[in-house]
Structure formats: structure tokens, C-alpha cells
């Protein structure tokens, strides 16, 4: 008899699991978007990409009087042997044209970075066979055209994962990457795109990645990291964002925290004497089980400022679900943005959104109007 009230108890406790799991996961499904779009940074978007496919990890410049856009397209955010590169150009940021898929082939690549370096583009890529998404190494390839593309080849740096790109003198041209075991990241600098020389160490520590860095006015390099301290599936209450700076020739880096976000996926640009970072926003307040990072949790794209000691958001880009990883293009006032998203109709968390659909977006974001704001909003703070 006891046998038979303990089994209907955990039955019953299944059953009212279940039920609320489904609950919530239809909740999940319909609740409305909440995100913050200030509409006079952000007027609207438009649609680049929407297959079915779900499309990630965007990046685009500006080149030969066309914009060329670089993402992943795979089944879904984890690891997948059929994902492909996709290349596209587009005159005017809205009519695009696919010049050409990459691959490789028995493994997963994602993450591609562009660079123009004379008369070719080269891209970066990060190869990956672990299914959670842990890449293990940077690639390359080059084309000249944009359609043709040489094969993938790996960089000399085993073991780094290469970010993004910048140059101040169109010359010698600095490179952030993280160690892909997560403890540390650094700064290479190359005159050809192709070998890179160690310059210093950005930082060691907790579990960190995904650094991207900026020129300031004076010629200092500033640096955001994502800091996840840990890879628990509900997040890390102590995860943050890293704000680091150092001066020519970069050697020696000074430190600050916000802990207003994690900033994943960080694209960082200058305008007059401010720099902006493109990246993610983490909803719903850093709790159990939403700290940032949780795939429970809501995220979003989002502009911040990056001040040497701070972030201070902006405003968001409508988005949803599984997002940001963005490409900036500054061209005629405007900051071009392209970035990836799920439906912005719906507010899925990170899980379902890793798991379906979703489409990389354009914002045309003017400027003169963002930095007044970011003035504006710093004020107010």
C-alpha cells in the first residue's frame, strides 16, 4: 500500500511537471516583445535574410561601393556539420545578392569577421566540433571578388580564437583574441592579415571571451570582454563585462567592470570622441535562474557607450530570443547595422531561440542623434 501511494505520488509530481513545463513553454511562445527601441536612434529595420535557416554570427563592411555581409546559416545555434558561411553584397543595404557559400566540410565554423587588406578581402572564421559551440581554432581565406575564395587555412596562433580587426593607420592593423579554454585573452598585432605577432596579454582571469577593441581619440586601445565566470545553463550571478585600456604600444592594461550586462557578441565603433559597442543585453534582472547568460533568460541587441570605467545603455534594436552578433558599417551619418535575431514579435527565451528560426535584420542609426542621446541619457543617469 505505501509502495502504491509512493508511486502515484511521483506520478502526480510528474504529471503537474509536465503540465506546468508545458505551461510555461507556451507562455514562452506568445508573450509579447518588451524591448526598449528608442525610435529616434532606431526609426525601423528592414529584413537582410529570412530562410528558415537559422542565421547567426553577422558581420559586414564597406567595400568597392558595396556593402559585403558575412553569417552563419545552420539548423540551429549548436554545433552543426552543415553550417556554411554566407556571403552577400548589396548596393544600398537593402536589395542583397549571394555571391558565395563557405564550409568546412565535418565541422562546424561560425563567427566570421571581414577584413580588406590591399585588394582582397580576408575572412576569419572560428572552427568548432564540440556541440555546445566551444570553437577550438581560427581560419582564414581571401578572395578578391567576394565570390571566389581561397581554401580555409588555419592561422600559425594555435589555440586563439580571433575577434575583429582594427586599424588606425590602414597599415598595422590589431587583432583581440581569447584562449580557447577561456582564461585569458590577448592582442596581435600584422601588417598583411595574415601573420600575426603576439603584442601583449589583455587579461587573465575568470572564465572570459569574445573581446573586441576600439581606437580612442588619443590613440589608446580600448577593450570589452564577455565574462562568464562560468558555463552553468542558468548563468553566473558574478558574470560581466570587461572594460580594459591600454596605451601605445599596448603593453600594460588597466581595468574596470559593469555589471549592467555581460556584453556577448561585442561589435565596438567610434564616433567624434565617443565610442559605442553593439552587443547583448542581458533581460529580467541577474537572479536565479536568469543570471546573465541563462538560456532562460530574454536577451536582446543593444547600443551602449563604453566609457573607460562604465557601460550605459542606449537603446535596444528590436530583437529577441537567440540575437545580436552585429556588423557595423559608419558610411554617410550613418551607423548601418546588420544582426541576427528571432521573430521580434514573440519574446522567446535564449533556449527556443537557439533551437528555431531566425533572420539577420538592418538599422540605419543616425549618428549625430545617437551621441546626442548618449549625452543626453548620461545626464539623466
Excluded at 151 to 169: A, C, N, V, Y
Aim: charge should be negative; glycine fraction near 8%; hydrophobic fraction near 35%.
Amino acid at each position: 500500500m505505501n509502495v502504491k501511494k509512493i508511486i502515484k505520488g511521483i506520478l502526480l509530481a510528474l504529471v503537474v511537471f509536465v503540465g506546468a513545463l508545458l505551461i510555461l513553454t507556451a507562455y514562452w511562445y506568445v508573450r509579447p516583445n518588451t524591448s526598449k527601441v528608442d525610435t529616434d536612434i532606431v526609426p525601423g529595420t528592414w529584413e537582410a535574410v529570412k530562410d528558415g535557416n537559422h542565421n547567426s554570427n553577422t558581420d559586414m563592411i564597406y567595400w568597392k561601393g558595396y556593402f559585403y555581409m558575412t553569417h552563419a546559416s545552420s539548423q540551429w545555434h549548436f554545433a552543426d556539420e552543415g553550417c556554411r558561411i554566407i556571403v552577400l553584397r548589396s548596393a544600398d543595404g537593402k536589395n542583397w545578392e549571394k555571391l558565395a557559400e563557405i564550409s568546412n566540410p565535418g565541422q562546424d565554423i561560425r563567427d566570421p569577421k571581414l577584413m580588406v587588406m590591399g585588394d582582397k578581402m580576408i575572412m576569419y572564421v572560428l572552427k568548432n566540433v564540440d556541440f555546445a559551440a566551444e570553437p577550438y581554432g581560427t581560419s582564414y581565406c581571401t578572395s578578391t571578388d567576394g565570390k571566389n575564395w581561397t581554401e580555409i587555412r588555419d592561422i600559425e596562433q594555435e589555440g586563439w580564437l580571433f575577434w575583429r580587426p582594427k586599424t588606425r593607420d590602414g597599415h598595422t592593423w590589431y587583432m583581440p583574441a581569447y584562449w580557447h579554454e577561456h582564461g585569458k585573452s590577448a592582442l596581435f598585432k600584422s601588417t598583411d592579415g595574415i601573420n600575426w605577432k603576439y603584442v601583449s596579454q589583455v587579461y587573465e582571469g575568470e572564465r572570459n571571451d569574445e573581446t573586441a577593441i576600439e581606437f580612442m581619440p588619443d590613440s589608446s586601445l580600448i577593450a570589452t570582454a564577455r565574462l562568464e565566470v562560468s558555463d552553468n545553463y542558468y548563468g553566473n550571478k558574478n558574470a560581466s563585462t570587461l572594460i580594459a585600456v591600454s596605451k601605445p604600444p599596448y603593453k600594460n592594461w588597466s581595468y574596470e567592470k559593469s555589471t549592467i550586462t555581460r556584453l556577448d557578441g561585442p561589435y565596438l565603433f567610434s564616433y567624434r570622441d565617443a565610442v559605442f559597442a553593439v552587443g547583448r543585453r542581458h533581460v529580467g534582472g541577474n537572479t536565479f535562474p536568469n543570471y546573465y547568460g541563462s538560456i532562460y533568460g530574454k536577451k536582446r541587441t543593444s547600443i551602449y557607450r563604453v566609457h573607460a570605467d562604465r557601460l550605459q545603455f542606449i537603446t535596444d534594436l528590436p530583437s529577441a530570443g537567440d540575437t545580436t552578433y552585429s556588423g557595423v558599417v559608419l558610411r554617410d551619418g550613418y551607423a548601418w547595422i546588420c544582426y541576427y535575431t528571432s521573430p521580434v514579435t514573440r519574446d522567446y527565451p535564449w533556449i527556443i531561440g537557439m533551437l528555431s528560426e531566425s533572420h539577420i535584420l538592418m538599422a540605419k542609426v543616425p549618428l549625430d542623434v545617437l551621441y546626442d542621446k548618449s549625452i543626453q541619457n548620461d545626464e539623466e543617469d
